[in-house]
């Protein structure tokens, strides 16, 4: 999805200097895929009237499009503000607009400001103005913070499209008095203010960023809901509970825990408790379980340094029931599983680019000279090399004189 602020400047982009993105937070910061667009209404369906508008990072609210204007996905509007006017991209229309205002639970009886017209080069421009001004004001208004004393943290300032007001976004562990504070951004910035209290998570999504995986943050780019993860997500995944890894970038349990846990648990279901298991050799206590594997490993209390048996799900619940019975095996390696040694396969390389060096020039070897010879003799005295006399080759060094034809 395009987006109007992103238009080109002689060749440069007017983005916010960050790699393309522009002044609405990136043009795939909470996209929408309309899988409806191609959908026709039946006969007589009036076309759905509300909208939904992205505004800076993931702000969306629902417009009433009372003049039915012509609204796709990527088009800028004007939309009613308080007081004065907003400007937004359109995210959803249509039949989609349908489902996320059913699935959101919005009623239509409450009072739903409306979309005032389509933006025009003057609302653009008044719009960028405004979107400008952002990045300093958060600045100033942290230092003002500071300077009053209050614990919290200014984490994004959002102006309002008319520039007559902005939104203060701030985090806080606890509850801030900012009466004296408001007063002094209006005196700075000439503006209304209003002060919005956002947690951990939802500033990790406004601000954004690349997580641990490589890939942009799940709630600056599709994750919308904020549900709960604790740490027994992490050992139901047999996750070790290292928290520096398993914190994002909020500082909070990271919200892919959440994405795998119930095939986890679906799998878990079919495992017996993890209790001890009772033999003639002694007793063995549960160490670790392969989940998708099937093998559940067990170690025995007295042995010091000994090695875990492998055994599987199916023959752990036999010893657990010869047990309920009054019996015990005679050692736990009777019912170990027994891992064969792998095949040695033929393996043919048939792109002939497994190599890493195929690429690498090699070094020729060079050819010995001839007349070299390999084996060094030992060095004379000075005093033996004068008595000596000189070799032939020496002798022969003088020129021959030339036969002379007369």
Not at 173 to 185: A, N, P, Q, T, W
Not at 231 to 249: D, H, V
Not at 272 to 293: E, M, R, V
Request: proline share 3%.
């Amino acid at each position: 999805m395009g987006c109007e602020s992103c238009s080109n400047n002689n060749g440069q982009p007017k983005g916010c200097k960050n790699n393309g993105t522009c002044s609405t937070g990136g043009c795939s910061k909470l996209a929408v895929y309309d899988w409806l667009a191609n959908m026709e209404l039946p006969h007589g369906v009036d076309p759905f009237e509300y909208v939904e508008v992205r505004f800076k990072n993931s702000r969306k609210e629902f417009f009433k499009n009372k003049d039915q204007y012509h609204l796709n996905p990527g088009d800028v509007i004007v939309v009613e503000g308080s007081p004065g006017f907003d400007v937004g991209v359109v995210s959803a229309a249509g039949e989609l607009a349908r489902l996320q205002f059913q699935r959101k639970g919005i009623k239509k009886s409450r009072e739903i400001k409306k979309v005032l017209r389509k933006a025009g080069s003057h609302d653009l421009e008044k719009w960028r103005e405004a979107k400008a001004l952002e990045y300093d004001t958060m600045h100033q208004a942290r230092t003002i913070a500071i300077s009053l004393g209050l614990e919290m943290k200014i984490s994004d300032v959002e102006y309002q499209g008319d520039k007559t007001k902005a939104i203060f976004y701030y985090t806080a562990e606890g509850r801030v008095d900012f009466r004296e504070l408001i007063k002094k951004y209006a005196e700075a910035f000439r503006i209304r203010v209003e002060m919005k209290q956002i947690g951990a998570r939802q500033e990790a999504g406004r601000l954004g960023g690349i997580g641990s995986c490589g890939r942009e943050l799940c709630c600056s780019t599709w994750l919308t809901d904020f549900r709960s993860v604790s740490t027994s997500a992490a050992r139901y995944q047999q996750l070790a509970l290292n928290t520096q890894k398993l914190a994002g970038q909020c500082g909070k349990l990271k919200c892919c825990l959440n994405y795998e846990l119930d095939s986890y648990l679906d799998a878990l279901k079919g495992f017996p408790k993890n209790s001890k298991l009772k033999t003639k050799k002694g007793t063995a206590f549960h160490l670790k379980t392969d989940i998708f594997k099937g093998i559940m490993w067990y170690m025995y209390e007295d042995s010091s340094g000994g090695s875990p048996v492998a055994l599987e799900k199916d023959r752990v619940q036999e010893i657990i029931e010869m047990n309920e019975n009054g019996k015990q095996p005679e050692d736990l390696k009777l019912f170990a599983v027994r891992e064969s040694a792998p095949k040695k396969e033929a393996y043919s390389n048939v792109v002939g680019q497994d190599s890493l060096t195929r690429f690498d020039k090699k070094k020729k070897k060079k050819a010995p000279r001839k007349g070299r010879k390999k084996s060094r003799k030992p060095r004379r005295d000075n005093k033996n090399q004068q008595n000596q006399p000189r070799s032939k080759k020496g002798r022969n060094q003088s020129k021959r004189p030339k036969n002379n034809k007369n």
